[in-house]
């Protein structure tokens, strides 16, 4: 038996000093806060601690009792990735193409309304992060920034403008000659709202457009000095189509949009917009081909991040039905749920061109502004390569049904 002891002695001064870390100095303290953020979550609940709790709840929340938003989430969580080994991924690309042009990730930045409701800079922090990662922004009929001064802020970046058609056909008209005369690349328009669905938080939180200086609103106001100081001392909310508004988002939804709208509507707008035409909201086979077979570019499957039906189908189920019945003539993308990498690369494998972001990088402009756009962006991106890696391919155009398995649907794609 070896009796041999470990010899012990007090360690040295200069041992200790390579132990201890020394925190970065490097950047604005914002951005030193966005780096220790390492996914969504986390700048979710940055955004959470940042942002007044009326304003948070507007964007972390739903339609009703939130079932559909709660499915969509489960589905991604439950869904099981296949890898390959031994595949050589030491050169990896994200990079795709997305209504023929290139996309440095499979991803668009999607429409919000209020967005300066979020952060002062609203749509003037989206922009310039989504052109510095090299994909597509989709600027809101109910956004706060006009489709001139945004095009005026990124000539050089992908630019669509998303749609609501009103109940006056000539306004709608007019909106959609000024992004063409802007220059936006394609139209998305949005069907899934001819009415508002109810979003239980807001109306529990008393949220107004803009937020209203109340009882309740003064008392938060004290926990969050500095957005209620940047909402107060910048130009007041205007928004893409028309100045102001004192009430509600669902009141306002409810009184500008048109619930008589119908697929006639659809041929009409086909006729007004001679660029891509995405129809946002398509959720049952049949009516992706009807919105194909009168002239849409593609289709966006997305029940509004669960914000309008609650207990509607979840997009990712629906998507390998919309593509086997009209992915051959249609781009189709996907929207809702979508949080990380990983949920990107399951619904590229299931078939979508893309998918459309919203509360991602909302999350990241209440937690930081434009850096926090960019962060979301960034760590979405690194997310999906790494993904990418340890499934074993190099190439979007590699991924596939065989790739995935939603665990909920044995017999489904690649089950």
């Known amino acids: 038996m070896n009796t041999e002891r470990v010899r012990r002695q007090l360690p040295r001064v200069e041992q200790f000093r390579g132990l201890i870390g020394t925190p970065s100095r490097e950047g604005s303290r914002n951005e030193r806060r966005l780096a220790r953020a390492r996914t969504v979550s986390d700048l979710?609940?940055?955004?959470?601690?940042?942002?007044?709790?009326?304003?948070?709840?507007?964007?972390?929340?739903?339609?009703?009792?939130?079932?559909?938003?709660?499915?969509?989430?489960?589905?991604?969580?439950?869904?099981?990735?296949?890898?390959?080994v031994l595949r050589d991924v030491g050169d990896v690309d994200p990079s795709t193409t997305i209504l023929g042009r290139p996309s440095a990730l499979p991803i668009s930045l999607a429409p919000t309304g209020f967005t300066r409701m979020m952060h002062h800079e609203g749509e003037r922090a989206v922009a310039p992060a989504a052109a510095a990662a090299g994909i597509p922004y989709a600027l809101s009929t109910m956004g706060t920034t006009s489709v001139e001064q945004l095009a005026s802020l990124e000539p050089a970046g992908r630019k669509w403008f998303q749609l609501y058609l009103w109940r006056d056909r000539e306004a709608s008209r007019e909106l959609i000659a000024r992004a063409r005369a802007a220059g936006y690349e394609a139209l998305v328009l949005t069907v899934d709202t001819p009415v508002s669905g109810t979003r239980l938080r807001d109306v529990r939180n008393g949220l107004t457009i803009p937020p209203a200086l109340t009882l309740r609103t003064i008392g938060n106001a004290a926990l969050f000095p500095s957005w209620w100081f940047n909402l107060l001392t910048t130009e007041p909310l205007e928004f893409a189509s028309f100045s102001a508004w004192d009430g509600t988002a669902a009141e306002l939804a409810d009184v500008m949009f048109d619930p008589r709208m119908t697929f006639e509507d659809l041929a009409w707008l086909r006729e007004q917009w001679d660029g891509p035409l995405l129809v946002k909201g398509v959720m049952l086979v049949e009516d992706a081909e009807a919105v194909v077979d009168r002239g849409a570019d593609g289709i966006v499957i997305s029940n509004h991040g669960g914000r309008q039906l609650d207990r509607s189908p979840t997009p990712l189920e629906q998507l390998p039905a919309i593509v086997a019945a009209v992915?051959?003539?249609?781009?189709?993308?996907?929207?809702?749920?979508?949080?990380?990498?990983?949920?990107?690369?399951?619904?590229?494998?299931?078939?979508?061109?893309?998918?459309?972001?919203?509360?991602?990088?909302?999350?990241?402009?209440?937690?930081?502004?434009?850096?926090?756009?960019?962060?979301?962006?960034?760590i979405l991106g690194e997310e999906l390569t790494r993904t990418m890696r340890l499934v074993g391919v190099t190439s979007i155009a590699e991924l596939g049904p065989e790739h995935v398995r939603l665990r909920n649907h044995p017999h489904g794609p690649g089950g």
């Open 44 to 84: 979710r609940s940055l955004a959470r601690r940042r942002t007044p709790r009326a304003v948070f709840d507007y964007v972390d929340g739903a339609a009703a009792h939130e079932l559909s938003l709660w499915r969509a989430r489960r589905t991604f969580r439950d869904l099981e990735l296949r890898n390959r």
């Open 327 to 378: 992915g051959d003539r249609a781009e189709i993308h996907l929207d809702g749920g979508v949080l990380t990498g990983a949920d990107v690369l399951a619904s590229v494998a299931l078939g979508a061109r893309s998918v459309s972001v919203g509360r991602a990088y909302l999350y990241g402009l209440m937690a930081g502004g434009e850096a926090g756009v960019a962060r979301a962006i960034e």
